[in-house]
């Protein structure tokens, strides 16, 4: 359920540019997509939801989807004026994830031209996502940050201004994908957003954890993700860490650490057996 509706804070220049995006939605035959990127707890989905429920009076937690099949779903039966927010809940960014994520991407932009909706991307990075999406579809990307550990609430804003023409996207994923680099160019301007995450938060939570556990299920167990889970129990049972210190380091939540470590014993021992080669 969203929370009780209330005035919620939007910074001024970027108000401007969500009212911007509402007119071509409502008087032109559009749609429009917007990225959010940022390191994990500094705040993307906090601001998505924010932007949803600015958007779209009816935003709610059937709005935010956590994997690729039923964010399709969603968009298939999605009405005019909608806000969609695609929340990347996989646990490793690995290429084979990604893989995944950006075939949905492809098939989500032919789906959306002409239905007159708000799409969001929430991702670790955007310099992770398919190329035709950022240079040819995006038409915002706010990259949350924070000037330390626990700093949150800052975010840039990139988009093609209609003024000089220059497109601050297509820029930074061509100049910075090579080493995950935002230094250039400068956005087109930099705002603030406050904490205040719109939807029930534990049941977000709830559902996101249901769609991890589901993934790592499901998901073919690979070399890598072996030897991820390996370095976990590792770090827990023998180096003595604690569960909540390796979600921070690895940025992940606390029940995923602990889903990994009540693996049946029979299921770790086999996938930690050699590969055989033929």
Known sequence: MIKEKKKRYIDGYYKQLLDDFKNAVEKHNTSIVMIFDGKSGKGKTTLSNQTGAYLDPNFDLKNIYYDPETFLKGLATALPGSFHSFDEAMIISSRS?????????????????????????????????????????????????????????????????????????????????????????????????????????????????????????????TKRQRSYEALVVKLVRIEGYKQKKIAEYAEVDPSTISYILNKPQNQRRDSEKPELKV
Not at 167 to 194: A, M
Request: aromatic letters at 14%.
């Open 97 to 221: 994830v990604m893989s995944t994520v950006n075939r949905m991407i492809i098939q989500a932009m032919s789906m959306i031209r002409s239905k007159k909706i708000y799409v969001a991307f929430c991702v670790n990075s955007i310099f992770d996502l398919d190329k035709n999406l950022v240079l040819s579809r995006a038409d915002a990307l706010m990259h949350v940050y924070g000037l330390g550990l626990v700093d949150r609430g800052r975010f840039a804003v990139y988009f093609k201004s209609s003024g000089d023409q220059w497109d601050r996207i297509k820029d930074l994923y061509l100049k910075g994908k090579k080493f995950y680099s935002y230094y250039e160019p400068k956005p087109n301007y930099r705002c603030k957003f406050v904490k205040d995450f719109v939807v029930d938060e534990v049941q977000y939570e709830e559902e996101k954890q249901v769609a991890i556990n589901k993934f790592l299920v499901q998901e073919p167990t």
